[in-house]
């Protein structure tokens, strides 16, 4: 049976077809920097261990586009991988908010799509897209069934007194108002992962997501207890284009005092801020290069960026009462040393201390970059949300 799996973040979107249930990957690809300059659509074909790819420029304006053009890679050319649509057994969505409603892999319906639409203004660089896919897929893979699986899901056991705000209770009950949490099936798989890689019982991790999006998760025994992005995906770190946390006066002092507008304000701290505000770029790997270039701006976003994970991991160390170990993963984490090496500087206190050596060399699997004197494993695990996915929709998809 097959299982195409699609991961569409805010910058990209990400797929991988899978045979199960052996769990081979037979394509996987990339769409990047979607949206802005220097767009690409990376496509590679698995065959008997032997891997081949290919790369199309080209601006991808936006996700429904990149999705298309896919599907046309993985149906027709050279690098085909599916002989007619109907061998797609089901399709494995990425939905960021899932709101309260939805605890595992679910099976698409209308009801199911109103949901996810209902969630679009509380996640509205992700959502919207999620459903767009959703659409594309219904009418490419008419036979297949559609099953969502949702970032928001592995949070679920966080406990009231971290998922709760300081607000009456009757926004809690009555509007949902409470910390959701996200990057869920990310968190959930590299800390699986740390853990058999401890190989104790009983472990104490901080998981430290860094793409476009970024949040960090305290997980105790494997389960999340606390994470940095809340009722949206919008909270916490510093991102590529969102402030991450901002006291909420200023929002206030913007409508007041500057006449801004709802969707002014949604604009400015979803699109407009992070690096693309401080630094201006919202893609690390351009802010490397402007730091190189000596660029102030780009300088000065680094180290905000970096502050905040090191604020977060001081945070969690108190929530955990300690850690075991630290993974970085995603886009930044796993491909940035000079973040990880800026983040773990000066927390030696905490038993937090990198090999320099194996941090600057580090390419590729699950590696521990600690030295051999930190009392904290720092572990760079590439995430892989799209086998999550496949996983977890395997159980639904027959
Ligand atoms: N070699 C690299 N060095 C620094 N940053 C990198 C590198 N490769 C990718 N990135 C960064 O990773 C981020 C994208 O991460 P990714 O996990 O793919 O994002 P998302 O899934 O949220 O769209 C971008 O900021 C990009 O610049
Ligand atoms: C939830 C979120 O921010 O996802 P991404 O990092 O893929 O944009
Ligand atoms: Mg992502």
Redesign the pocket.
């Known amino acids: 049976m097959n299982i195409l799996v699609i ?8 797929y991988q077809l899978f045979k199960m249930p052996e769990k081979a990957p037979v394509c996987s690809g ?1 769409a ?3 949206g802005i300059e220097g767009s690409f659509i990376k496509h590679t074909v698995y065959n008997k261990g032997e891997k081949q790819s290919i790369e199309a420029p080209g601006f991808v304006a936006d996700h429904g586009e990149a999705l298309k053009q896919v599907l046309a890679l993985l149906t027709e050319g050279d690098y085909a991988v599916i002989a007619s649509p109907d061998d797609i057994a089901a399709v494995g969505h990425r939905v960021v908010h899932g709101g309260e409603h939805f605890s595992g892999p679910t099976i698409i319906t209308e009801e199911v799509k109103h949901q996810i639409k209902k969630l679009f203004s509380l996640a509205p660089l992700h959502n919207p897209v999620n459903y767009k896919c959703i659409e594309v897929a219904e009418q490419t893979f008419v036979n297949a069934k559609q099953i969502a699986v949702f970032d928001t899901a592995f949070h679920q056991t966080i406990p009231e007194q971290a998922y709760r705000y300081a607000i009456p209770e009757s926004y809690y009950k009555e509007d949902g108002i409470r910390v959701y949490g996200f990057h869920g099936t990310s968190h959930k798989y590299v800390s699986e992962q740390a853990v058999n890689w401890l190989g104790q019982k009983e472990s104490k991790i901080i998981s430290v ?6 949040s960090i998760t305290a997980i105790k025994n494997g389960k999340s207890v606390d994470t940095s992005m809340g009722f949206g995906p919008l909270s916490g770190l510093m ?2 284009t969102r402030s991450g946390d901002i006291d909420p006066s200023v929002i206030f002092h913007l409508m007041e005092h500057s006449g801004y507008t709802l969707s002014q304000l949604s604009t400015l701290v979803n699109k407009q801020s992070g ?1 693309l505000g401080v630094g201006g770029s ?7 290069k402007m730091v190189n270039e000596g660029e102030k701006a780009a300088v000065l976003a680094i180290k905000l960026y970096a502050y905040r994970i090191k604020k977060f991991i001081g945070a969690y160390a108190a929530v955990l009462n300690g850690i075991d170990a630290i993974v970085f ?8 040393s ?2 990880r090496e800026a983040v773990c500087s000066e927390l030696e206190y905490l038993g937090i201390e990198l090999d320099q050596e194996l941090n600057a060399t580090y390419k590729g699997e699950l590696k521990e970059i600690s030295a051999v004197t930190a009392k904290v494993k720092i572990l760079v695990i590439p ?1 892989n ?1 799209e086998y999550e996915i496949a996983h977890q929709c395997f159980g639904l998809a027959g």
């Open positions: 991961n569409s973040g805010s910058s990209s979107l990400k990339l990047e920097r979607i997501h860094l793409g476009n999006g970024c991102m590529g690096l919202s893609d690390m790997r351009d802010i490397r993963t995603a886009g930044v984490g796993e491909n940035d000079q973040m995430t949300e």
